[in-house]
């Protein structure tokens, strides 16, 4: 929940008072007992507990939520930052190397290797290994395990869905 007056957000209990006093600049849900936010004083993302403790240092500069214990960070600038997975100690699981990254669902995660002209999407295993290789111009995360990819541009290219 945010507050007016200091424009920082906080969370509360289901009582409707302040579990974590708002004072982050941005901040998101509670996944795996952790919640990525932004640290206004470095401008970095890390990750809290329920407390409001830091479980994980704010040292990145992009972090997304945990998904099936683990959560994708980029470290650098859009353009030439990394990502990469952390687990819930802050430890690097898949060390930064992709362009892109989304979230693991059903055991995998897109990423994309390559920039917005020349890149290609594909999916990793949680070791880091390519269990779909780089192929398609974009890709969605799996559901039911089905998952949604493009062949082609933007402009021109066709969706359809590929299994694991």
């Given amino acids: 929940i945010g ?6 957000w906080g969370y509360i209990d289901k009582q409707g008072r302040f579990a974590v006093n708002p004072q982050f600049a ?5 996944v795996h007992g952790l919640a990525r936010v932004l640290n206004e004083k470095n401008g ?10 830091f479980a994980v240092t704010p040292q990145f500069d992009v972090a997304d939520d945990f998904a099936e214990g683990l959560a ?4 650098g600038g859009e353009q030439t930052g990394k990502w990469g997975f952390i687990d ?16 693991f669902a059903d055991g995998l995660a897109a990423v994309r ?3 917005d002209k020349t890149g290609k999407w594909g999916y990793i295993d949680k070791q880091g290994r390519f269990v779909v290789n780089p192929q398609f111009g974009w890709a969605v995360r799996f559901s039911d ?17 590929i299994s694991r």
């Fill in 44 to 53: 970095k993302w890390g990750y809290i507990d329920k407390k409001g403790h």
């Fill in 26 to 30: 941005f901040l998101g849900p509670f």
């Fill in 3 to 8: 507050d007016d007056k200091t424009g920082k």
């Fill in 72 to 75: 994708a960070v980029r470290i």
């Fill in 88 to 103: 819930s100690t802050g430890h690097y699981v898949i060390n930064p190397q992709f362009y892109w990254a989304l979230e």
């Fill in 145 to 161: 395990g089905l998952a949604p990819v493009r062949i082609g541009d933007d402009k021109t290219g066709k969706w359809g869905y």
């Fill in 113 to 115: 290797i390559g920039d």
